[in-house]
């Protein structure tokens, strides 16, 4: 059976910078691509970023260029690299994986999810 357990939230302010993981037991990434997607209150879960395990990656426009998601050289831990946070950036961030390599930004396409983590930018 296939977990994804993640870390890496909390508050930062502005400007500032997190690393999130998603840790997968059960199996590797191989072969696989897991996506980040985010919630804020009121609002609908929505895409972040996607990576396979070729590396092939594809990111949403409003994080382009200040987040970055690589995969670790054990294939079982995927991260999402934030930089330059802004406020709007806070949501609960999920990581979802599907064993399928084709990277997808629709949260349908994604088999397993994990728990969620808290992520808050203050201004």
């Known amino acids: 059976q296939v977990q994804l357990v993640e870390s890496g939230g909390g508050l930062v302010q502005a400007g500032g910078s997190l690393r999130l993981s998603c840790a997968a037991s059960?199996?590797?990434?191989?072969?696989?691509?897991v996506g980040w997607f985010r919630q804020a209150p009121g609002r609908e879960r929505e895409f972040v970023a996607t990576?396979?395990?070729?590396?092939?990656?594809y990111y949403a426009d409003s994080v382009k260029g200040r987040f970055t998601s690589s995969l670790a050289n054990t294939d079982d831990t995927v991260y999402l690299q934030m930089n330059s946070l802004k406020p709007e950036d806070t949501a609960v961030y999920y990581c979802?994986?599907?064993?399928?390599?084709?990277?997808?930004?629709?949260?349908?396409?994604?088999?397993?999810w994990g728990q969620g983590t808290q992520v808050t930018v203050s201004s």
């Open positions: 979802a994986a599907r064993f399928n390599p084709i990277i997808s930004a629709l949260d349908t396409d994604y088999n397993y």
């Open positions: 059960g199996r590797t990434f191989i072969r696989s691509a």
């Open positions: 990576i396979n395990w070729r590396g092939d990656t």
